[in-house]
């Protein structure tokens, strides 16, 4: 299955709809297929919340998950960064049955608004 998602995922470029997580993110096509194929509106969530404590010092952020498997649980590590390798947040996901090993996300301010996207929507 991750092998077909993630050909999915390569057909999203650009949005025709933004979709609200909280009332200063949103989120595009995308990365909405991301949360409801990926039962992943944790991680929008989760991104959401470090974008809006980001706001005064960010305009711009690259979101990675990493997820790690063992023969018993996942887990995995969100890092984000500021475009150019400088870590600004990591979390640690003690669990996730998150389908991909890897996905980044980009997340823009435009001054009022965040907005999530995968790198192809840029």
């Keep these: 299955m991750t092998t077909q998602w993630a050909?999915?995922?390569?057909?999203?470029?650009g949005t025709d709809h933004?979709?609200?997580i909280m009332p200063n993110v949103l989120m595009t096509?995308?990365?909405?297929?991301?949360?409801d194929n990926g039962g992943a509106y944790w991680l929008m969530t989760d991104l959401a919340v470090h974008c809006a404590e980001l706001t005064e010092k960010e305009t711009f952020i690259v979101a990675?998950?990493?997820?790690?498997?063992?023969?018993t649980s996942s887990h995995a590590i969100l890092?984000?960064?500021d475009g150019n390798d400088n870590i600004l947040v990591e979390q640690i996901i003690?669990?996730?049955?998150?389908?991909?090993d890897e996905i980044k996300l980009y997340a823009c301010y435009n001054g009022d608004m965040w907005v999530i996207?995968?790198?192809r929507e840029y």
């Design 7 to 13: 050909q999915q995922l390569s057909q999203f470029s």
């Design 79 to 81: 890092k984000l960064d």
């Design 94 to 100: 003690e669990y996730t049955d998150f389908p991909l």
């Design 18 to 20: 933004y979709y609200k």
């Design 29 to 35: 096509d995308g990365a909405k297929f991301v949360a």
């Design 64 to 71: 990675t998950l990493q997820v790690t498997r063992t023969a």
């Design 117 to 119: 996207m995968l790198p």
